[in-house]
């Protein structure tokens, strides 16, 4: 009767046999072992596991917070048992260890076409997934998903970092507003001389150009002027 055994739903058992290990029962049930084996239950779970805000340097050598989650179980129980003393905490060190060494590879911000942290959210964490994994498997755990939680830049630059992303959207906004108000002069210009509504010379050209430019491009509503005079 002792060498009876219970093993629950997503659990395991890792069994000793006078100091060394002599496999592991998996499935569910009543199971009968060796009755002089040490049995040590395992969770085989699904968890979820959150590390603590990091102060790091992104990849330009500005400090950023952030911070992950990781969804994990543990799948080999011999590995659990016996390569490593406290598998969760092998997990939270090389957790914050790899999301140490991910940030320094990406900068907070990108420049163009450039992937970062904040502008590939999924590139990254599929990134810090293969990073957290690789040092895990010694501790016989499987990541099965890593996200950013918090991602936000130091508080000491945290003011000149909001500037220049203000800075990045109105140069981003004047771009499009001169690129359309460009087109629409061409397409006045063109217009007023397909269907010979009137002939302006270079200089009155130039002068209706910049007219045109002035009221689209003004952040502010232009207000009309009517010549009521003669065409010149």
């Known amino acids: 009767a002792r060498g009876l055994t219970v093993v629950n739903p997503n659990e395991a058992q890792a069994l000793l046999l006078f100091g060394r290990y002599a496999g592991s029962v998996k499935h569910q049930g009543l199971w009968w072992v060796n009755p002089s084996t040490r049995r040590m239950r395992i969770s085989i779970k699904v968890r979820n596991f959150e590390s603590?805000?990091?102060?790091?340097?992104?990849?330009?050598?500005?400090?950023?917070?952030i911070a992950a989650v990781v969804v994990w179980r543990g799948v080999d129980t011999a590995e659990a048992?016996?390569?490593?003393?406290?598998?969760?905490?092998?997990?939270?060190?090389?957790?914050?260890?790899?999301?140490?060494?991910?940030?320094?590879?990406?900068?907070?911000?990108?420049?163009?076409e450039e992937q970062s942290l904040r502008g590939n959210p999924h590139e990254v964490g599929?990134?810090?997934?293969?990073?957290?994994?690789?040092?895990?498997?010694?501790?016989?755990?499987e990541v099965l998903d890593t996200r950013i939680s918090h991602l936000a830049s130091a508080p000491e630059i945290a003011g000149a970092m909001l500037r220049r992303q203000q800075a990045s959207a109105i140069i981003d906004a004047r771009t499009r507003i001169v690129g359309g108000a460009v087109s629409m002069v061409q397409m006045?210009?063109?217009?007023?001389?397909?269907?010979?509504?009137?002939?302006?010379?270079?200089?009155?050209?130039?002068?209706?150009?910049s007219n045109l430019l002035v009221v689209l491009c003004s952040e502010r509503e232009s207000q009309p002027v009517v010549n009521a005079g003669s065409l010149y």
């Open 126 to 141: 599929e990134e810090l997934q293969r990073e957290v994994q690789s040092r895990l498997d010694k501790a016989g755990i």
């Open 81 to 112: 048992l016996v390569e490593v003393d406290d598998y969760e905490q092998v997990l939270r060190i090389q957790t914050e260890a790899a999301i140490r060494t991910l940030a320094a590879a990406y900068p907070y911000d990108g420049h163009g």
């Open 188 to 209: 006045a210009l063109e217009q007023l001389s397909s269907q010979q509504i009137v002939e302006l010379d270079e200089e009155r050209k130039a002068a209706m150009v």
């Open 52 to 65: 603590e805000r990091l102060k790091v340097n992104d990849h330009d050598g500005n400090p950023i917070e």
